[in-house]
């Protein structure tokens, strides 16, 4: 893969980011760079006394303050965009389970992965390394995928062993 590469001959490797990376490529293609007229020539501004947290929302408190709890949520998402869940209960031996279920998708060969790719609304678990293609410029720097668990969770077939 060269530096010269546009968004066709990308997409038409359908080997996402994970490809770019194992063709140890030594410069970022052109569908991934923002156009300089678009970047602006403002320096940093000096950040270092803003109160810059991870707004953290505490779920066991979620018996007593439910509203409260809703509201937090709403706010961090409306304003930050993401935050962090505290006492929500899923023991981290689970959480370890996921991240590295993740990791062995991920690391899975193209033709697997790609068995996942789909555009089909009915299928509870889909793989995406393109799913802005159109949407934005420039194309944002991940593969991803998720699995619709509600309101019927995705039978064992439907999820790749790896994620399992």
Known sequence: MTEKMDMPAFVSTKAGVKGLVDADITELPRVFHYPSSSLSNNKHSDISGLNLTVPTIDFGEINNERNIIVSKIKDAAENWGF?????????????????QGVRRFHEEDPEVKNKYCSKDLNKRFVYNNNIDLYRSSPMNWRDSFVCYIAPDAASPDEIPVACR
């Open 83 to 99: 935050f962090q869940v505290i006492n929500h209960g899923v023991p981290l031996s689970v959480l370890e389970d996921i991240k």
